[in-house]
RNA sequence: UGAGUUUGUUAUACGGUCGCGGGGUCGAGAGACCAUGAGGAAAGUCCGAGCAGCAUAGGACAGGGUGCCUGAUAACGUCAGGCGAGGGUGACCUUAGGGAAAGUGCAACAGAAAUAAACCGCCGUAAGAGGCUUGGCGUUCGCCUUGAUUGCCCGUUUGGGUAGCCCGCUUACGGUAAGGAUGGAAAGGCGAGGUAAGAGCUCACCGAUAUCUUGGCAACAAGAUAUGCCAUGUAAACCCCACUCGCUGCAAGAUUGGGUAUCCGUCAAUAGGGCUGUCCGUCCGACGGAAUACCGUGAAUAUCGCUUGAGCUUGUCGGCGACGGCAAGCCUAGAUAAAUGACCGUACACGACAGAACUCGGCUUACAGACAAACUCAAAUC
RNA sequence: UGGGGUGUCGCCAAGUGGUUAAGGCACCGGAUUUUGAUUCCGGCAUUCGUAGGUUCAAAUCCUGCCACCCCAG
Protein backbone atom coordinates (compact mmCIF):
# COMPACT_ATOMS: atom_id res chain seq x y z
CA UNK A 1 0.00 0.00 0.00
CA UNK A 2 1.58 3.05 -1.24
CA UNK A 3 0.83 6.95 0.14
CA UNK A 4 0.98 9.78 -2.35
CA UNK A 5 2.16 13.22 -1.57
CA UNK A 6 -0.06 16.13 -0.21
CA UNK A 7 1.15 18.58 -2.29
CA UNK A 8 -2.28 22.02 -3.41
CA UNK A 9 -2.33 24.44 -1.07
CA UNK A 10 -5.93 24.08 -1.19
CA UNK A 11 -5.47 20.56 0.11
CA UNK A 12 -3.88 21.45 3.52
CA UNK A 13 -6.50 24.57 4.15
CA UNK A 14 -9.24 21.99 3.88
CA UNK A 15 -7.46 20.04 6.45
CA UNK A 16 -6.72 22.68 8.60
CA UNK A 17 -10.76 24.10 7.86
CA UNK A 18 -12.30 21.07 7.87
CA UNK A 19 -10.20 17.50 9.06
CA UNK A 20 -10.52 15.81 12.50
CA UNK A 21 -7.83 16.09 15.02
CA UNK A 22 -6.29 13.68 17.40
CA UNK A 23 -2.87 14.50 19.18
CA UNK A 24 -0.16 12.72 21.10
CA UNK A 25 3.02 13.83 22.87
CA UNK A 26 4.97 14.16 20.03
CA UNK A 27 2.81 14.74 16.87
CA UNK A 28 -0.67 16.43 16.08
CA UNK A 29 -2.65 14.54 13.38
CA UNK A 30 -5.28 15.57 10.70
CA UNK A 31 -7.29 13.46 8.93
CA UNK A 32 -10.20 13.22 6.14
CA UNK A 33 -11.81 10.51 4.32
CA UNK A 34 -10.86 10.56 0.43
CA UNK A 35 -10.19 8.06 -2.44
CA UNK A 36 -6.02 7.35 -1.84
CA UNK A 37 -3.88 7.95 1.08
CA UNK A 38 -2.26 11.14 0.73
CA UNK A 39 -0.14 12.80 3.09
CA UNK A 40 2.09 15.95 4.10
CA UNK A 41 4.16 17.37 6.79
CA UNK A 42 3.58 20.72 7.73
CA UNK A 43 6.35 22.44 9.89
CA UNK A 44 7.55 25.84 11.13
CA UNK A 45 10.41 27.95 11.77
CA UNK A 46 9.86 27.21 15.37
CA UNK A 47 11.08 24.23 14.83
CA UNK A 48 14.63 25.21 14.29
CA UNK A 49 16.76 25.89 10.78
CA UNK A 50 16.22 23.98 7.67
CA UNK A 51 18.64 21.40 8.65
CA UNK A 52 16.33 20.37 11.80
CA UNK A 53 13.50 21.18 9.88
CA UNK A 54 14.45 18.33 6.74
CA UNK A 55 15.47 16.08 9.83
CA UNK A 56 12.23 16.26 11.70
CA UNK A 57 10.34 15.84 7.94
CA UNK A 58 12.21 12.47 7.27
CA UNK A 59 11.41 11.33 11.01
CA UNK A 60 8.41 11.39 10.31
CA UNK A 61 7.58 10.01 7.19
CA UNK A 62 9.58 6.86 7.79
CA UNK A 63 7.75 6.76 11.08
CA UNK A 64 4.71 6.77 9.02
CA UNK A 65 5.59 4.39 6.26
CA UNK A 66 5.59 1.48 9.32
CA UNK A 67 2.43 3.06 10.57
CA UNK A 68 0.94 3.16 7.96
CA UNK A 69 0.33 -0.97 7.53
CA UNK A 70 -2.07 -0.48 10.65
CA UNK A 71 -4.08 1.67 8.38
CA UNK A 72 -7.46 0.08 7.20
CA UNK A 73 -9.39 2.82 4.84
CA UNK A 74 -7.91 5.99 3.14
CA UNK A 75 -7.40 9.04 4.06
CA UNK A 76 -5.88 12.15 3.47
CA UNK A 77 -3.55 13.16 6.49
CA UNK A 78 -1.60 16.02 7.79
CA UNK A 79 1.09 15.44 10.27
CA UNK A 80 2.15 18.30 12.68
CA UNK A 81 4.97 17.30 14.87
CA UNK A 82 5.43 19.12 18.24
CA UNK A 83 8.11 21.50 19.20
CA UNK A 84 10.91 19.53 22.00
CA UNK A 85 14.07 18.94 22.47
CA UNK A 86 14.49 15.28 20.85
CA UNK A 87 13.09 13.70 18.04
CA UNK A 88 13.19 9.88 17.62
CA UNK A 89 11.82 7.71 15.15
CA UNK A 90 10.45 5.04 17.34
CA UNK A 91 8.40 8.04 19.50
CA UNK A 92 7.11 9.17 16.35
CA UNK A 93 6.40 5.65 15.08
CA UNK A 94 4.49 4.62 18.53
CA UNK A 95 2.57 7.69 19.04
CA UNK A 96 1.08 7.13 15.01
CA UNK A 97 -0.03 3.05 15.69
CA UNK A 98 -1.94 4.70 19.14
CA UNK A 99 -3.52 7.31 16.79
CA UNK A 100 -4.77 5.01 14.34
CA UNK A 101 -5.56 2.17 16.51
CA UNK A 102 -7.85 5.19 18.72
CA UNK A 103 -9.43 6.41 15.93
CA UNK A 104 -10.41 3.50 14.04
CA UNK A 105 -8.69 4.14 10.64
C1' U B 1 62.55 20.70 21.65
C1' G B 2 59.38 24.89 22.50
C1' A B 3 56.79 29.29 20.66
C1' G B 4 54.83 31.22 16.24
C1' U B 5 53.72 33.08 10.81
C1' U B 6 51.72 32.06 5.99
C1' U B 7 49.43 28.94 2.32
C1' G B 8 46.77 24.70 0.88
C1' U B 9 43.94 19.87 1.23
C1' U B 10 40.04 17.17 3.66
C1' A B 11 35.05 17.30 6.05
C1' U B 12 33.76 9.59 8.56
C1' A B 13 34.64 5.17 5.27
C1' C B 14 32.89 0.25 3.53
C1' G B 15 28.99 -3.67 3.09
C1' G B 16 23.69 -5.46 3.57
C1' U B 17 17.97 -4.83 4.03
C1' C B 18 13.75 -1.40 3.50
C1' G B 19 12.44 3.51 1.54
C1' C B 20 12.48 8.92 -1.15
C1' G B 21 13.23 12.90 -5.79
C1' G B 22 13.35 13.60 -10.85
C1' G B 23 15.40 10.73 -15.42
C1' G B 24 15.87 6.30 -18.78
C1' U B 25 14.27 1.22 -20.49
C1' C B 26 10.33 -2.54 -20.44
C1' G B 27 4.98 -3.01 -19.57
C1' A B 28 -2.16 -2.12 -21.37
C1' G B 29 -1.75 -1.11 -16.23
C1' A B 30 -0.16 -2.16 -11.36
C1' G B 31 4.74 -2.24 -11.28
C1' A B 32 9.88 -4.12 -12.39
C1' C B 33 14.95 -3.00 -13.64
C1' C B 34 19.09 0.58 -14.48
C1' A B 35 22.29 4.45 -13.49
C1' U B 36 22.01 9.07 -10.73
C1' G B 37 20.94 12.76 -6.61
C1' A B 38 23.47 19.10 -1.56
C1' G B 39 28.15 22.64 0.27
C1' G B 40 32.95 24.79 1.43
C1' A B 41 30.49 27.71 3.00
C1' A B 42 24.48 25.51 -0.40
C1' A B 43 24.19 30.55 4.87
C1' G B 44 24.13 36.19 5.32
C1' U B 45 22.03 38.87 0.93
C1' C B 46 27.02 42.98 1.26
C1' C B 47 28.86 44.02 -4.02
C1' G B 48 29.31 42.72 -9.41
C1' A B 49 27.44 40.32 -13.94
C1' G B 50 24.34 37.17 -17.14
C1' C B 51 19.06 36.57 -18.22
C1' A B 52 13.91 38.89 -18.39
C1' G B 53 10.35 42.98 -18.53
C1' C B 54 9.64 48.27 -18.71
C1' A B 55 11.80 53.02 -20.04
C1' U B 56 15.24 55.37 -23.45
C1' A B 57 17.56 60.22 -29.97
C1' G B 58 21.53 62.85 -27.79
C1' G B 59 23.10 66.03 -23.94
C1' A B 60 22.74 68.70 -19.23
C1' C B 61 21.14 69.12 -14.07
C1' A B 62 19.97 66.42 -9.67
C1' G B 63 21.06 61.87 -6.90
C1' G B 64 24.05 57.35 -5.69
C1' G B 65 28.82 54.74 -5.73
C1' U B 66 34.19 54.37 -5.96
C1' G B 67 38.95 57.01 -4.67
C1' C B 68 47.76 55.67 -3.96
C1' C B 69 49.89 53.17 -8.79
C1' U B 70 50.06 49.30 -12.51
C1' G B 71 47.72 45.08 -14.05
C1' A B 72 43.78 40.81 -14.09
C1' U B 73 38.58 40.21 -15.36
C1' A B 74 32.32 39.73 -18.65
C1' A B 75 32.15 43.02 -14.40
C1' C B 76 33.08 44.58 -9.32
C1' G B 77 33.41 48.04 -3.64
C1' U B 78 36.85 41.68 -5.89
C1' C B 79 41.75 39.72 -6.88
C1' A B 80 47.31 40.05 -8.00
C1' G B 81 51.93 42.67 -7.91
C1' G B 82 54.04 47.14 -6.17
C1' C B 83 54.40 52.27 -3.47
C1' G B 84 53.57 55.19 1.01
C1' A B 85 52.09 54.96 6.33
C1' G B 86 51.56 52.07 10.96
C1' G B 87 52.59 47.51 14.12
C1' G B 88 55.87 43.20 15.32
C1' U B 89 62.81 40.94 17.75
C1' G B 90 61.38 38.24 13.22
C1' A B 91 58.67 35.10 9.52
C1' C B 92 54.90 38.54 8.56
C1' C B 93 50.45 41.48 9.44
C1' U B 94 47.09 45.92 9.03
C1' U B 95 45.74 49.99 5.94
C1' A B 96 38.36 54.06 2.52
C1' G B 97 45.56 56.04 1.37
C1' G B 98 42.84 62.17 -4.07
C1' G B 99 42.12 67.67 -2.79
C1' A B 100 42.23 71.82 3.50
C1' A B 101 46.57 77.39 -1.24
C1' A B 102 38.19 77.40 -4.65
C1' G B 103 34.58 78.38 -0.94
C1' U B 104 31.32 77.38 3.57
C1' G B 105 30.73 75.11 8.39
C1' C B 106 32.44 72.97 13.17
C1' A B 107 36.47 72.69 17.13
C1' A B 108 32.87 71.44 23.93
C1' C B 109 35.88 71.98 28.45
C1' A B 110 40.45 74.10 29.65
C1' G B 111 43.54 78.20 28.39
C1' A B 112 46.15 84.97 28.04
C1' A B 113 44.92 83.48 23.19
C1' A B 114 41.71 78.53 18.85
C1' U B 115 43.26 80.63 13.37
C1' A B 116 43.80 85.48 15.45
C1' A B 117 48.65 88.74 17.54
C1' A B 118 44.55 91.13 21.73
C1' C B 119 46.30 90.48 27.17
C1' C B 120 50.17 89.48 30.90
C1' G B 121 55.28 89.66 30.54
C1' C B 122 60.21 91.52 28.51
C1' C B 123 62.81 95.96 26.42
C1' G B 124 63.28 101.20 24.92
C1' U B 125 61.54 106.39 25.05
C1' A B 126 58.59 110.24 27.31
C1' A B 127 55.64 112.09 31.31
C1' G B 128 53.85 111.88 36.33
C1' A B 129 53.14 110.73 41.64
C1' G B 130 55.99 109.09 45.75
C1' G B 131 60.04 107.44 48.72
C1' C B 132 65.49 107.55 50.16
C1' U B 133 62.88 107.77 57.70
C1' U B 134 64.27 106.59 63.07
C1' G B 135 68.99 104.24 63.05
C1' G B 136 73.36 100.77 64.92
C1' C B 137 78.85 99.58 64.81
C1' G B 138 82.96 102.50 63.88
C1' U B 139 88.86 105.70 62.75
C1' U B 140 86.70 110.49 58.15
C1' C B 141 87.28 105.82 54.44
C1' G B 142 83.87 101.89 55.54
C1' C B 143 80.41 97.99 57.43
C1' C B 144 75.27 96.36 59.08
C1' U B 145 70.11 97.24 58.28
C1' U B 146 66.77 99.10 53.65
C1' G B 147 63.61 98.45 47.43
C1' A B 148 66.77 102.95 47.77
C1' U B 149 69.39 104.98 53.57
C1' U B 150 73.36 110.01 48.97
C1' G B 151 76.07 114.87 47.18
C1' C B 152 75.78 120.29 46.76
C1' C B 153 73.26 125.11 47.84
C1' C B 154 69.75 128.19 50.94
C1' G B 155 68.08 128.18 55.68
C1' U B 156 69.01 126.08 60.28
C1' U B 157 63.94 123.95 65.36
C1' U B 158 60.87 121.50 61.74
C1' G B 159 62.37 122.52 56.34
C1' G B 160 63.05 124.09 50.94
C1' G B 161 65.65 123.74 46.05
C1' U B 162 68.65 120.97 42.65
C1' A B 163 70.91 116.61 40.89
C1' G B 164 71.36 111.30 42.05
C1' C B 165 69.27 106.71 43.53
C1' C B 166 64.88 102.76 43.74
C1' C B 167 66.44 94.51 40.48
C1' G B 168 60.60 100.36 43.06
C1' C B 169 55.22 102.41 41.29
C1' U B 170 51.55 104.65 37.57
C1' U B 171 50.28 106.35 32.60
C1' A B 172 51.16 106.96 27.29
C1' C B 173 53.72 105.64 22.76
C1' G B 174 56.79 102.18 20.32
C1' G B 175 59.57 97.38 19.75
C1' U B 176 58.89 92.10 20.58
C1' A B 177 56.82 86.91 19.73
C1' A B 178 61.89 84.00 23.83
C1' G B 179 58.28 82.97 28.35
C1' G B 180 52.80 82.58 30.19
C1' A B 181 49.82 76.25 34.46
C1' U B 182 45.76 74.64 29.17
C1' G B 183 44.89 71.66 24.99
C1' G B 184 44.34 66.76 20.06
C1' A B 185 46.25 71.33 17.85
C1' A B 186 49.45 77.62 19.93
C1' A B 187 52.36 80.51 12.97
C1' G B 188 58.74 74.09 12.00
C1' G B 189 62.19 71.38 16.21
C1' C B 190 66.77 71.68 18.93
C1' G B 191 71.51 74.00 19.99
C1' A B 192 74.83 78.14 19.24
C1' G B 193 75.64 83.17 17.79
C1' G B 194 73.24 87.79 17.94
C1' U B 195 70.25 91.81 20.41
C1' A B 196 67.84 97.25 24.31
C1' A B 197 64.64 92.98 24.57
C1' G B 198 63.79 89.57 20.93
C1' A B 199 62.97 87.20 16.32
C1' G B 200 65.33 81.91 10.60
C1' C B 201 67.77 87.88 12.17
C1' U B 202 72.41 84.44 11.12
C1' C B 203 74.61 79.38 11.26
C1' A B 204 74.98 73.68 11.98
C1' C B 205 71.83 69.25 12.19
C1' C B 206 66.86 67.28 11.51
C1' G B 207 61.96 68.30 9.20
C1' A B 208 59.01 70.95 5.18
C1' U B 209 58.26 73.05 0.27
C1' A B 210 59.88 74.07 -4.81
C1' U B 211 63.03 73.02 -9.00
C1' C B 212 66.45 69.87 -11.47
C1' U B 213 69.02 65.15 -12.30
C1' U B 214 69.01 59.80 -12.04
C1' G B 215 66.03 55.10 -11.56
C1' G B 216 60.94 53.33 -12.42
C1' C B 217 55.21 52.36 -17.36
C1' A B 218 53.46 54.70 -12.73
C1' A B 219 52.51 55.54 -7.43
C1' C B 220 57.22 56.84 -5.68
C1' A B 221 62.49 56.56 -4.23
C1' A B 222 67.61 58.49 -4.10
C1' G B 223 70.78 62.68 -4.84
C1' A B 224 71.81 67.92 -5.77
C1' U B 225 70.39 73.01 -5.54
C1' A B 226 67.32 76.73 -3.74
C1' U B 227 63.66 78.88 -0.28
C1' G B 228 64.23 80.87 6.18
C1' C B 229 59.46 78.22 5.68
C1' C B 230 52.03 81.63 3.61
C1' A B 231 50.31 79.23 8.24
C1' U B 232 46.05 73.90 12.92
C1' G B 233 42.63 69.71 12.57
C1' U B 234 38.24 67.84 10.30
C1' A B 235 36.09 66.11 3.49
C1' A B 236 33.58 58.03 7.13
C1' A B 237 30.87 67.63 7.65
C1' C B 238 28.93 70.24 3.14
C1' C B 239 31.99 70.46 -0.93
C1' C B 240 35.82 70.28 -5.29
C1' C B 241 38.27 66.97 -8.82
C1' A B 242 38.59 62.20 -11.56
C1' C B 243 36.07 57.75 -12.97
C1' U B 244 31.37 55.39 -12.95
C1' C B 245 25.88 54.20 -12.57
C1' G B 246 18.60 53.90 -16.46
C1' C B 247 14.50 51.26 -13.16
C1' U B 248 12.69 46.63 -11.46
C1' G B 249 13.47 41.72 -10.45
C1' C B 250 12.59 34.27 -11.87
C1' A B 251 6.85 35.86 -6.96
C1' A B 252 11.08 38.54 -13.68
C1' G B 253 8.70 36.95 -17.94
C1' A B 254 6.24 33.54 -21.81
C1' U B 255 2.36 29.82 -23.19
C1' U B 256 -2.27 27.33 -22.07
C1' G B 257 -6.66 28.53 -19.46
C1' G B 258 -12.44 23.02 -20.46
C1' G B 259 -17.52 21.28 -22.41
C1' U B 260 -22.85 22.13 -23.83
C1' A B 261 -26.83 25.52 -24.70
C1' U B 262 -28.43 30.54 -25.34
C1' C B 263 -27.23 35.58 -26.54
C1' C B 264 -24.20 39.48 -28.87
C1' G B 265 -20.58 41.11 -32.65
C1' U B 266 -17.77 40.53 -37.34
C1' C B 267 -16.98 38.23 -42.14
C1' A B 268 -18.56 35.53 -46.46
C1' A B 269 -22.59 33.29 -49.18
C1' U B 270 -27.88 32.72 -50.58
C1' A B 271 -33.00 34.47 -51.28
C1' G B 272 -36.55 38.72 -50.79
C1' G B 273 -37.76 44.08 -50.47
C1' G B 274 -36.41 49.43 -50.90
C1' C B 275 -34.12 50.72 -58.58
C1' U B 276 -27.06 52.04 -58.30
C1' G B 277 -23.79 52.76 -54.04
C1' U B 278 -25.54 50.98 -49.80
C1' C B 279 -29.16 49.76 -45.94
C1' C B 280 -32.90 46.35 -43.49
C1' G B 281 -34.78 41.34 -42.19
C1' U B 282 -34.24 35.73 -42.29
C1' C B 283 -31.47 30.96 -42.50
C1' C B 284 -26.88 28.25 -42.49
C1' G B 285 -21.32 28.25 -41.95
C1' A B 286 -16.67 30.25 -39.84
C1' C B 287 -14.27 33.34 -36.20
C1' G B 288 -14.43 36.20 -31.69
C1' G B 289 -16.61 37.52 -26.54
C1' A B 290 -13.55 38.45 -18.71
C1' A B 291 -22.14 38.06 -21.50
C1' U B 292 -25.71 34.32 -19.04
C1' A B 293 -27.11 29.29 -17.31
C1' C B 294 -25.75 24.27 -16.29
C1' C B 295 -21.85 20.54 -16.03
C1' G B 296 -16.77 20.19 -14.81
C1' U B 297 -12.91 22.32 -11.62
C1' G B 298 -6.74 23.00 -10.12
C1' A B 299 -6.31 29.18 -11.76
C1' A B 300 -2.27 31.50 -5.34
C1' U B 301 -2.87 26.05 -10.76
C1' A B 302 -0.41 23.56 -15.10
C1' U B 303 3.63 23.83 -18.91
C1' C B 304 8.00 26.57 -20.20
C1' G B 305 11.83 29.70 -17.95
C1' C B 306 15.21 25.28 -15.32
C1' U B 307 20.10 23.83 -15.99
C1' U B 308 25.73 22.99 -21.46
C1' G B 309 27.81 26.92 -18.33
C1' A B 310 32.37 33.67 -18.56
C1' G B 311 31.30 24.87 -16.94
C1' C B 312 34.60 20.93 -14.76
C1' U B 313 39.14 17.65 -14.92
C1' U B 314 44.04 16.58 -16.77
C1' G B 315 48.30 18.02 -19.55
C1' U B 316 51.19 21.80 -21.70
C1' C B 317 52.82 26.90 -22.93
C1' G B 318 53.12 32.38 -21.47
C1' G B 319 53.21 35.49 -16.94
C1' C B 320 56.68 37.08 -10.31
C1' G B 321 51.28 36.64 -9.79
C1' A B 322 45.90 37.41 -10.32
C1' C B 323 45.03 35.15 -14.94
C1' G B 324 45.22 33.87 -20.08
C1' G B 325 46.21 30.61 -24.68
C1' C B 326 46.15 25.59 -26.75
C1' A B 327 44.99 20.21 -26.69
C1' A B 328 42.33 15.97 -24.87
C1' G B 329 38.43 14.06 -22.00
C1' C B 330 33.69 14.67 -19.20
C1' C B 331 28.04 15.97 -18.59
C1' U B 332 27.69 16.38 -12.84
C1' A B 333 20.45 17.68 -8.46
C1' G B 334 16.37 20.39 -10.72
C1' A B 335 12.24 19.94 -6.41
C1' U B 336 7.58 23.23 -5.74
C1' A B 337 4.06 21.60 1.80
C1' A B 338 9.72 21.02 -1.64
C1' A B 339 13.88 14.53 -2.61
C1' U B 340 19.55 11.86 0.99
C1' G B 341 16.35 8.67 5.78
C1' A B 342 15.68 4.17 9.10
C1' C B 343 17.73 -0.45 10.86
C1' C B 344 22.00 -3.96 11.14
C1' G B 345 27.34 -5.15 10.80
C1' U B 346 32.80 -3.69 10.53
C1' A B 347 36.84 0.09 11.38
C1' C B 348 38.73 4.41 13.78
C1' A B 349 40.53 9.99 15.17
C1' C B 350 33.65 8.56 17.44
C1' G B 351 32.13 12.56 13.04
C1' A B 352 31.94 20.33 13.41
C1' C B 353 29.27 24.22 10.88
C1' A B 354 25.33 23.25 8.25
C1' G B 355 20.52 21.66 3.29
C1' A B 356 20.36 23.55 -3.67
C1' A B 357 15.23 26.74 -5.09
C1' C B 358 17.15 31.05 -12.15
C1' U B 359 22.63 30.86 -12.89
C1' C B 360 27.63 32.48 -12.29
C1' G B 361 32.23 35.78 -10.10
C1' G B 362 33.61 37.64 -5.36
C1' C B 363 33.14 39.37 -0.15
C1' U B 364 31.56 38.36 4.87
C1' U B 365 30.21 35.15 8.76
C1' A B 366 29.88 29.77 11.21
C1' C B 367 32.99 25.35 11.74
C1' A B 368 34.92 19.11 15.80
C1' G B 369 39.14 17.97 14.12
C1' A B 370 42.99 15.69 10.82
C1' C B 371 46.97 16.24 7.28
C1' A B 372 50.79 18.65 4.10
C1' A B 373 54.36 22.43 2.58
C1' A B 374 57.39 26.83 3.18
C1' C B 375 59.39 30.16 6.66
C1' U B 376 60.70 32.87 11.56
C1' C B 377 62.34 33.37 16.71
C1' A B 378 64.42 31.18 21.28
C1' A B 379 67.19 27.44 23.88
C1' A B 380 70.32 23.12 23.85
C1' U B 381 73.68 19.58 21.43
C1' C B 382 77.13 18.31 17.47
C1' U C 1 12.65 34.51 -2.78
C1' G C 2 12.80 39.77 -2.89
C1' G C 3 12.11 44.60 -0.48
C1' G C 4 11.94 47.82 3.97
C1' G C 5 12.60 49.04 9.17
C1' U C 6 14.03 48.87 14.54
C1' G C 7 17.62 47.80 18.61
C1' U C 8 19.08 53.41 24.60
C1' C C 9 17.38 51.17 32.62
C1' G C 10 12.69 45.77 34.22
C1' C C 11 8.61 48.55 30.60
C1' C C 12 7.40 53.03 27.40
C1' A C 13 10.82 56.17 25.39
C1' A C 14 13.80 61.70 24.35
C1' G C 15 18.57 62.66 22.69
C1' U C 16 22.38 68.99 16.79
C1' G C 17 29.46 64.86 17.22
C1' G C 18 31.21 68.15 23.17
C1' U C 19 28.43 68.70 30.94
C1' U C 20 27.69 63.33 34.96
C1' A C 21 22.96 60.18 28.45
C1' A C 22 16.45 63.86 29.39
C1' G C 23 11.68 62.23 31.08
C1' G C 24 7.42 58.95 32.71
C1' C C 25 5.89 54.13 34.88
C1' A C 26 7.89 50.30 37.85
C1' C C 27 11.46 49.00 41.76
C1' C C 28 14.54 50.13 46.32
C1' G C 29 15.50 53.35 50.83
C1' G C 30 13.69 57.29 53.94
C1' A C 31 9.96 61.03 55.73
C1' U C 32 4.63 61.79 56.74
C1' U C 33 0.58 58.11 59.12
C1' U C 34 -1.84 54.11 64.60
C1' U C 35 -1.30 51.15 59.76
C1' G C 36 -1.99 51.40 54.45
C1' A C 37 -2.95 54.53 49.97
C1' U C 38 -1.77 59.52 48.40
C1' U C 39 2.08 63.13 48.85
C1' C C 40 7.34 64.66 49.57
C1' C C 41 12.80 63.59 49.44
C1' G C 42 16.71 60.47 47.72
C1' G C 43 18.61 56.24 44.83
C1' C C 44 18.56 53.25 40.22
C1' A C 45 22.32 53.04 32.63
C1' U C 46 30.65 51.22 34.82
C1' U C 47 27.78 52.48 28.58
C1' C C 48 23.31 53.06 24.20
C1' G C 49 22.45 45.03 20.23
C1' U C 50 27.79 43.50 19.00
C1' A C 51 33.02 43.96 16.72
C1' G C 52 36.13 47.28 14.30
C1' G C 53 37.29 52.14 12.04
C1' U C 54 37.17 57.88 11.19
C1' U C 55 37.75 61.98 14.77
C1' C C 56 41.09 65.62 19.87
C1' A C 57 36.21 63.55 21.19
C1' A C 58 31.04 58.74 18.77
C1' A C 59 24.57 56.66 21.57
C1' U C 60 25.17 60.07 17.19
C1' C C 61 29.43 59.42 11.27
C1' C C 62 31.30 54.82 8.26
C1' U C 63 31.88 49.31 7.64
C1' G C 64 31.04 44.14 8.98
C1' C C 65 28.11 40.88 12.01
C1' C C 66 23.73 39.47 15.56
C1' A C 67 18.63 39.59 17.03
C1' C C 68 13.67 41.06 16.19
C1' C C 69 9.58 43.16 13.33
C1' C C 70 6.84 44.56 8.87
C1' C C 71 5.52 44.34 3.54
C1' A C 72 5.07 41.90 -1.43
C1' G C 73 1.47 36.60 -5.31
Redesign the pocket.
Known sequence: M????????????RL?QKGKRASSATVTVLYNKSQNTT??????KKH????????I???L??AF??AQKDMQGAYSI?LVPKVREEY???AFERDLRCIIKKEKL
Open positions: KYLRLKKQADFQFMGISIGGKSVQRNRKRLRERAVSVK
